[in-house]
């Protein structure tokens, strides 16, 4: 499938694929309206942007080829365009009976429909010229109910003999009228319940169905005029208009989305990654803890990721990062994780800039969350939380005795979150959030937690709508607490040399990315071994194997058949190599007389008088390496894939295979 970019804020076409499985919930919809009494009012309620008209256009879809069901679709927003709220009302009311005469055989019933529907609509009118716009819109329901025979009443028995009649007549396929009016919470509030009185008296007919989208809490400040803000002692009030007019509620299912197929099916179609896209329920999780299932604020996610994807190949020169980390010409990007993962990463810290910009904006300046402390806390807030009664420190000493709270980091996002109240609300899911990525994303790799998300933050700086002055940059690398931007640069020029020095003798290490500013590059080969990552380092200068493949326990496989061929492996290397659980690693200082560059433990990269050193061995080194190590993958590989094809019958299975 070609890619697009962008992702439209468009409802999903009826019968399009449902990548939310809603279809259970439309299913049941439909079988309501084909088996219920008549008349009846289903309400579909949903904030902003949470699928109500997706929903009805799936609906819709299924009656298209129902012979016995005549479907009049009213969008609310495109009446009250250029009109007074009152002729846009007036509109709706007056597209509804055209539509049901559009069926009608008797022209003078028809006629004397017209007559008396427009006698109607010109006295709302001269009521609706005489007030403000949209301040006394209930008057025109007033004028209507008060009219004499051409009233509200009477109108109402011409349209059930109409429609009873279109039900009745055997030249008539029709026996049930649905009639759906989307887009209401688009209109101002009080509009909005004008338009849901007049419906329910005017159209309170048999045979007719009536589906409204619309989000309780349009209604609810649509009667603000009437019963005053909403309090849990008139709440009841509200209530009781709202099912006046609605005899089924239906609110849309947003808590059983399935948000991961969603997301996923979003970002394959801008070409963000392959094949399944990334794990569902790690997409969920972050969602939910962030942005919330919302498929508007989806969508805007989503375009944020496909303008991202844009900058990064303008910067690399055109070329495209694949789902496996392989470009057409540059290489993944500086941070140890294997591709896939960092997608997600990305993927994740955009649902944190859209969710929480202050958050997003202090990881900015202090990308390794897991040192943030008490003093990071008063930095930010100076102790405005604290109040004089102790609330705070009540309430702050009960959540330090959670799973949430009780380390410092997550203290101090406590504190930082508590004077702000929508943050303050769902701090919670910030820490969860948090620990999902320092628990399960980067597990492992806590020493170098700080680097790798200051590495992915600066590709998703050009969609922040935060600004600040604190980051400071040297050749366009920012400040961080892991490194300064001057250092940056330098690990930057020192990569530039080393990737010049291996180009012509490496496969895999020259793919290395040449916009890297930390101390190692992470790379895969997926003809050599799906998700193996190659790495390679400045400071000490070192070259690492480290299995990262699902499932985990294939880590472990791998490793326990790399140190099987120990022997072999390190003769054709040359030398022996550093054997830990989890990686293989040949480092300078392992070399006779090599101390030189490992004087300094804290240094994350040599000093410039020592480059031509580490270029030296990392040119040296690095084909016996890649080599080497792609040999003995390569054996496992095989071998796994045998034992995969003989244990077929009992369902065994390993990551390497295929």
């Not at 256009?57 to 129902?66: G, L, P, V």
């Not at 309090?231 to 509620?249: C, G, H, M, V, Y």
């Not at 962030?290 to 844009?310: C, D, E, F, M, Y």
């Not at 000093?607 to 190590?629: C, G, H, I, N």
């Amino acid at each position: 499938m070609a890619k697009i970019v962008g992702v439209v804020d468009e409802p999903v076409a009826p019968g399009a694929t449902d990548n939310l499985d809603i279809n259970i919930h439309s299913r049941s919809l439909i079988k309501f309206i084909q088996q219920s009494n008549t008349p009846i009012t289903v309400g579909i309620q949903g904030e902003w942007g949470s699928g109500k008209t997706s929903l009805i256009n799936s609906i819709y879809h299924e009656f298209n080829s129902d012979p016995t069901i005549k479907q009049i679709w009213i969008n609310s927003w495109e009446y009250s365009l250029l009109s007074t709220p009152e002729e846009s009302l007036l509109k709706i009311i007056n597209r509804i009976i055209e539509e049901l005469l559009e069926s009608d055989t008797d022209t003078k019933r028809k006629d004397a429909i017209k007559s008396g529907a427009e006698k109607i609509f010109k006295g709302a009118l001269r009521v609706g010229a005489q007030v403000a716009l949209g301040t006394e819109a209930a008057k025109v329901t007033q004028e209507l109910l008060g009219s004499a025979e051409q009233g509200i009443s009477a109108l109402r028995k011409q349209l059930t003999d109409l429609v009873g009649d279109i039900a009745n007549r055997s030249s008539n396929p029709y026996k049930k009228i649905v009639i759906y009016v989307d887009d209401l919470d688009r209109i101002e509030p009080r509009n909005a319940v004008a338009i849901l009185e007049l419906l329910k008296n005017i159209f309170s007919v048999p045979n007719c169905v009536f589906l409204l989208a619309i989000d309780y809490q349009v209604v609810v400040k649509g009667l603000e005029h009437k019963f005053g803000k909403q309090t849990p002692e008139n709440e009841w009030e509200f209530r009781a208009f709202f099912d006046k007019i609605i005899q089924l509620p239906f609110m849309m299912p947003m808590g059983q989305y399935n948000i991961g197929k969603y997301v996923n099916a979003l970002l394959v179609e801008i070409g963000f990654v392959e094949g399944e896209g990334l794990d569902d329920e790690a997409v969920r999780e972050i969602i939910l803890r962030t942005i919330g299932g919302n498929p508007r604020s989806i969508k805007r996610l989503v375009n944020s990721v496909s303008l991202i994807q844009i900058f990064s190949e303008e910067k690399s020169g055109g070329t495209q990062t694949t789902a496996e980390g392989d470009k057409a010409g540059g290489g993944t990007e500086n941070t140890e994780l294997d591709p896939k993962d960092e997608k997600f990463l990305l993927f994740s810290l955009l649902c944190l800039q859209i969710a929480y910009p202050p958050i997003y904006s202090l990881l900015n300046r202090e990308p390794d969350f897991t040192k943030w402390d008490d003093k990071l806390a008063l930095q930010e807030t100076k102790r405005s939380e604290e109040d004089k009664e102790g609330i705070f420190l009540r309430e702050f000493e009960n959540a330090a005795q959670t799973e949430d709270f009780n380390e410092d980091w997550e203290k101090a996002l406590y504190r930082i979150c508590y004077g702000r109240p929508r943050m303050k609300a769902r701090v919670a899911d910030i820490s969860k959030f948090f620990s999902y990525i320092k628990d399960d994303l980067l597990d492992g790799q806590q020493d170098i937690i700080g680097e790798t998300i200051a590495s992915v933050l600066s590709q998703t700086s050009v969609t922040s709508i935060t600004s600040t002055d604190h980051a400071q940059s040297v050749d366009g690398f920012k400040e961080a607490a892991w490194k300064s931007a001057a250092d940056k640069s330098l690990s930057n020029k020192l990569w530039n040399e080393i990737l010049d020095a291996i180009e012509d003798t490496t496969k895999i290490f020259k793919r290395g990315s040449r916009k890297g500013s930390s101390g190692r590059i992470s790379l895969t080969d997926k003809s050599v071994y799906p998700g193996v990552q190659f790495r390679i380092g400045q400071g000490p200068p070192a070259f690492t194997l480290y299995p990262r493949v699902n499932p985990p326990e294939d880590n472990i496989m791998i490793m326990e058949k790399l140190k099987s061929m120990k022997g072999e492996i390190e003769s054709q290397f040359g030398h022996p190599l550093t054997w830990k659980r989890k990686e293989v690693t040949f480092y300078y200082k392992d070399l006779p007389d090599a101390q030189i560059l490992a004087s300094d433990p804290d240094q994350r990269f040599p000093d410039q008088d020592k480059w031509p050193v580490v270029v030296e061995f990392l040119r040296q080194y690095a084909p016996a390496f890649e080599s080497t190590m792609s040999d003995a993958l390569l054996k496992i590989r095989h071998e796994t894939d045998k034992e995969a094809d003989s244990g077929k019958g009992s369902g065994q299975t390993h990551q390497g295979s295929g």
